[in-house]
């Protein structure tokens, strides 16, 4: 070992108790670091399997939606389609797929039966940019296939009943409620619901759905389903609400294209309309989503999602865009984003309080070991040497914080997987905390104190390297 | 043949401070040591003997005037340099001792033999060798901190020596030591010079340790004003 290394250990060593409160300061420091990251990325995969599957990364809709509407309530776009197409012409690498939404209610007027909502995403069965992605998540049950009655091939009857006086017309569409025999639509739906209502949930069941078919209007249909399938995202309240099924059903729910039913006219009472297929258009949809390449670097997600949410908004100035974190913010409140600011403000503090404390216990040093450095420089030590003594203090403190931060974060880590602990949502879903170690943040708790003690150190370092040998001798002779 | 001197001052003058408050501290000093002498400065308070040793060790640059080692001029030489210089070609004693009490006898005796680079086996075997001469080769293993007073400037002694510098400079060796161990390491001094024929220059105000000089050289008001045999 040189002469630096070993002094600046002896020193280390000499001076352990203050030392060790500055290493376990910035130890547990930069443990919080890490699993507040490693917590936070836990936190993005299971967005990214949840909220996602929603707003992929992000969603365009009409002017007049707001983010309560991203759960299905978008008004219609008729030209949904060409906007994807814009949107993958103008950027190369970004996928876009049209979506149709809806609101729906099951287990209504059934005796003894809890009624629940849940959002109905309409998704291309093939080109939609997340199915590979839900494919995955199928826990019981299968996705659909072509052969799955996705179109009935007829028009749900639309029954509209005009209001006497100044009371709103009321639109009905009820296609199989009158139409018995027709096959149920399949949906996939959230294995969290299947949790919550057993009984009316699994694969294979049926039942029936009260949807609303038009955001703005009072439009309602009531259809019935089969479920095929069961997924599971992570987040079990995102994955009790949003149920999925083949855009197209929800293209002929909604009588999103051409209508050839014949219409009736009762005078007096309404008009009414069905029984023969539509023509359903693909132009037409409720929302584009938009998938995006990953960037080289994660580290900043959010900030990627807002980035790619202007690039997009540049493209469609007139529509509303929406990033995942705007509806993730919406569901959990951006609470996570203020502790993770307050968090890292207070590491940030307290990190430079340990550079400052790390700096005035060697500036004491210095003045207690003058002329033990005058001795080193009498024997011949040139400055580099003394500086090095301080700077490897540094190096070791640095070294020995980030090493015990990290062994302190995998420690906490394997208790909370060990023990087990949950966040409680509503409907008595809960999801388990866990954590993914970004090994680019393990980097960081081992280089940022480094770092920090080195510069810390580097002060004191300089000054005592740069006091003459004459000086250092005759300044600690006085101290003696 | 004539000598070469190891070391040569010339018109060396040190003044510390600015303007009116400057003190001279040296004036106009011109000396030679040459190899094998056993050199006592002495001097009243505030002569100037220890800022002579400085200059002398290359801890302090004169302000004006030249230092010559082995005839070279090393007045203008850059801090590195000098550094090493300081650490191959010269000794020191210093009247605190100056161990480093955290490290063994034995450590502290090889340490400027480490910060000159060499190797720790072959320091370690030359740091007994001068601890069996130095009589306190049994402590080897002790720290410093251990040790009394006399013991403590034994091993500086043998650490003066560890690098075969070519002269030893001892500012007040006894200062901080009673009468019988003062002797003991007067004693210990010449007999270095006698036997390993290294060069040592003491500073002492005691008159009788100056008396074992063989050559004195007085310091009054920083200027020399005798230079001569020891009577």
Same mark, same amino acid.
């Given at each position: 070992?040189?002469?630096?290394?070993?002094?600046?250990?002896?020193?280390?060593?000499?001076?352990?108790?203050?030392?060790?409160?500055?290493?376990?300061?910035?130890?547990?420091?930069?443990?919080?670091?890490?699993?507040?990251?490693?917590?936070?990325?836990?936190?993005?995969?299971?967005?990214?399997?949840?909220?996602?599957?929603?707003?992929?990364?992000?969603?365009?809709?009409?002017?007049?939606?707001?983010?309560?509407?991203?759960?299905?309530?978008?008004?219609?776009?008729?030209?949904?389609?060409?906007?994807?197409?814009?949107?993958?012409?103008?950027?190369?690498?970004?996928?876009?797929?049209?979506?149709?939404?809806?609101?729906?209610?099951?287990?209504?007027?059934?005796?003894?039966?809890?009624?629940?909502?849940?959002?109905?995403?309409?998704?291309?069965?093939?080109?939609?940019?997340?199915?590979?992605?839900?494919?995955?998540?199928?826990?019981?049950?299968?996705?659909?296939?072509?052969?799955?009655?996705?179109?009935?091939?007829?028009?749900?009857?639309?029954?509209?009943?005009?209001?006497?006086?100044?009371?709103?017309?009321?639109?009905?569409?009820?296609?199989?409620?009158?139409?018995?025999?027709?096959?149920?639509?399949?949906?996939?739906?959230?294995?969290?619901?299947?949790?919550?209502?057993?009984?009316?949930?699994?694969?294979?069941?049926?039942?029936?759905?009260?949807?609303?078919?038009?955001?703005?209007?009072?439009?309602?249909?009531?259809?019935?389903?089969?479920?095929?399938?069961?997924?599971?995202?992570?987040?079990?309240?995102?994955?009790?609400?949003?149920?999925?099924?083949?855009?197209?059903?929800?293209?002929?729910?909604?009588?999103?294209?051409?209508?050839?039913?014949?219409?009736?006219?009762?005078?007096?009472?309404?008009?009414?309309?069905?029984?023969?297929?539509?023509?359903?258009?693909?132009?037409?949809?409720?929302?584009?989503?938009?998938?995006?390449?990953?960037?080289?670097?994660?580290?900043?997600?959010?900030?990627?999602?807002?980035?790619?949410?202007?690039?997009?908004?540049?493209?469609?100035?007139?529509?509303?865009?929406?990033?995942?974190?705007?509806?993730?913010?919406?569901?959990?409140?951006?609470?996570?984003?203020?502790?993770?600011?307050?968090?890292?403000?207070?590491?940030?503090?307290?990190?430079?309080?340990?550079?400052?404390?790390?700096?005035?216990?060697?500036?004491?040093?210095?003045?207690?070991?003058?002329?033990?450095?005058?001795?080193?420089?009498?024997?011949?030590?040139?400055?580099?040497?003394?500086?090095?003594?301080?700077?490897?203090?540094?190096?070791?403190?640095?070294?020995?914080?980030?090493?015990?931060?990290?062994?302190?974060?995998?420690?906490?880590?394997?208790?909370?997987?060990?023990?087990?602990?949950?966040?409680?949502?509503?409907?008595?879903?809960?999801?388990?905390?866990?954590?993914?170690?970004?090994?680019?943040?393990?980097?960081?708790?081992?280089?940022?104190?480094?770092?920090?003690?080195?510069?810390?150190?580097?002060?004191?370092?300089?000054?005592?390297?740069?006091?003459?040998?004459?000086?250092?001798?005759?300044?600690?002779?006085?101290?003696? | 043949?004539?000598?070469?001197?190891?070391?040569?001052?010339?018109?060396?003058?040190?003044?510390?401070?600015?303007?009116?408050?400057?003190?001279?501290?040296?004036?106009?000093?011109?000396?030679?040591?040459?190899?094998?002498?056993?050199?006592?400065?002495?001097?009243?308070?505030?002569?100037?003997?220890?800022?002579?040793?400085?200059?002398?060790?290359?801890?302090?640059?004169?302000?004006?005037?030249?230092?010559? %080692?082995? =005839? /070279?001029?090393?007045?203008?030489?850059?801090? @590195?340099? $000098?550094?090493? !210089? &300081?650490?191959?070609? *010269?000794?020191?004693?210093?009247?605190?001792?100056?161990?480093?009490?955290?490290?063994?006898?034995?450590?502290?005796?090889?340490?400027?033999?480490? %910060?000159? =680079? /060499?190797?720790?086996?072959?320091?370690?075997? @030359?740091? $007994?060798?001068? !601890? &069996?001469?130095?009589? *306190?080769?049994?402590?080897?293993?002790?720290?410093?901190?251990?040790?009394?007073?006399?013991?403590?400037?034994?091993?500086?002694?043998?650490?003066?020596?560890?690098?075969?510098?070519?002269?030893?400079?001892?500012?007040?060796?006894?200062?901080? !030591?009673?009468?019988?161990?003062?002797?003991?390491?007067?004693?210990?001094?010449?007999?270095?010079?006698?036997?390993?024929?290294?060069?040592?220059?003491?500073?002492?105000?005691?008159?009788?340790?100056?008396?074992?000089?063989?050559?004195?050289?007085?310091?009054?008001?920083?200027?020399?004003?005798?230079?001569?045999?020891?009577?």
């Amino acid at each position: 070992m040189s002469i630096s290394r070993s002094f600046a250990w002896s020193e280390i060593k000499e001076h352990k108790l203050i030392y060790t409160v500055i290493i376990l300061v910035i130890a547990f420091t930069m443990a919080s670091f890490l699993l507040e990251n490693a917590y936070i990325n836990y936190m993005m995969q299971v967005v990214n399997e949840t909220v996602k599957n929603v707003t992929a990364d992000v969603i365009i809709t009409n002017p007049d939606c707001d983010v309560r509407d991203l759960y299905g309530t978008e008004t219609t776009m008729k030209n949904a389609g060409e906007i994807a197409r814009l949107i993958e012409e103008r950027f190369p690498g970004y996928k876009a797929s049209v979506r149709v939404t809806a609101q729906a209610t099951y287990g209504v007027g059934l005796a003894n039966e809890s009624a629940d909502g849940c959002t109905l995403q309409g998704i291309d069965i093939h080109d939609d940019v997340m199915v590979e992605s839900l494919k995955k998540k199928i826990v019981a049950g299968r996705f659909f296939r072509d052969d799955d009655p996705i179109l009935r091939g007829h028009t749900p009857l639309y029954i509209k009943i005009n209001a006497p006086g100044n009371l709103p017309d009321i639109v009905y569409g009820a296609g199989q409620r009158l139409l018995r025999e027709d096959e149920p639509y399949p949906v996939i739906v959230g294995a969290a619901a299947a949790k919550v209502h057993p009984s009316i949930i699994s694969v294979g069941k049926e039942l029936d759905l009260y949807i609303c078919a038009s955001a703005r209007g009072a439009n309602y249909a009531s259809i019935r389903v089969k479920i095929i399938g069961l997924y599971e995202s992570g987040t079990p309240t995102i994955d009790a609400m949003i149920w999925f099924i083949p855009a197209d059903s929800l293209r002929e729910i909604k009588c999103y294209g051409k209508v050839k039913g014949r219409s009736w006219i009762i005078p007096g009472i309404g008009s009414f309309h069905g029984f023969n297929p539509i023509e359903v258009d693909r132009n037409m949809g409720d929302a584009v989503i938009v998938k995006v390449p990953p960037p080289s670097i994660s580290i900043d997600p959010i900030g990627y999602s807002e980035e790619v949410k202007r690039r997009i908004q540049s493209i469609v100035p007139d529509l509303k865009v929406f990033s995942w974190h705007d509806l993730l913010v919406y569901g959990a409140g951006s609470m996570q984003d203020v502790v993770t600011i307050l968090l890292w403000g207070s590491m940030g503090v307290t990190l430079l309080l340990c550079g400052a404390a790390i700096k005035y216990v060697m500036d004491s040093i210095i003045i207690r070991k003058m002329r033990e450095i005058g001795s080193l420089k009498a024997f011949g030590a040139r400055d580099r040497v003394i500086f090095k003594i301080f700077l490897y203090q540094g190096l070791f403190i640095g070294s020995l914080s980030g090493v015990l931060g990290i062994l302190i974060a995998i420690l906490v880590m394997k208790i909370v997987n060990w023990y087990g602990i949950s966040m409680q949502f509503i409907a008595g879903t809960q999801l388990k905390i866990g954590f993914v170690v970004n090994w680019f943040t393990v980097a960081i708790s081992i280089i940022l104190p480094i770092l920090l003690s080195i510069a810390a150190a580097s002060i004191p370092a300089k000054k005592a390297a740069m006091l003459p040998p004459v000086e250092a001798l005759r300044r600690g002779e006085i101290s003696l | 043949m004539k000598k070469e001197p190891i070391i040569e001052l010339s018109h060396v003058t040190k003044i510390y401070g600015e303007y009116e408050k400057s003190v001279i501290a040296l004036n106009d000093v011109s000396l030679k040591i040459f190899p094998k002498e056993f050199i006592a400065v002495t001097g009243p308070s505030g002569s100037g003997k220890s800022t002579l040793l400085h200059c002398m060790g290359l801890l302090d640059r004169p302000t004006e005037g030249k230092i010559f %080692i082995e =005839g /070279r001029d090393v007045s203008r030489i850059s801090g @590195k340099d $000098i550094a090493v !210089l &300081r650490g191959k070609k *010269i000794g020191f004693v210093f009247q605190s001792h100056n161990l480093i009490p955290r490290l063994t006898v034995i450590e502290n005796v090889i340490l400027p033999g480490l %910060i000159a =680079g /060499r190797k720790r086996v072959e320091l370690e075997k @030359k740091a $007994i060798e001068l !601890l &069996r001469e130095v009589g *306190i080769e049994h402590r080897a293993k002790h720290r410093g901190a251990h040790l009394s007073g006399g013991e403590q400037q034994r091993v500086a002694i043998a650490r003066a020596l560890i690098n075969d510098p070519i002269i030893v400079l001892a500012d007040e060796p006894t200062g901080a !030591l009673d009468t019988e161990s003062s002797k003991e390491i007067m004693d210990l001094l010449e007999e270095m010079n006698k036997n390993r024929g290294v060069t040592v220059v003491f500073v002492s105000h005691d008159p009788e340790i100056a008396r074992y000089g063989r050559r004195r050289i007085e310091l009054v008001d920083g200027s020399v004003t005798y230079d001569g045999v020891n009577r």
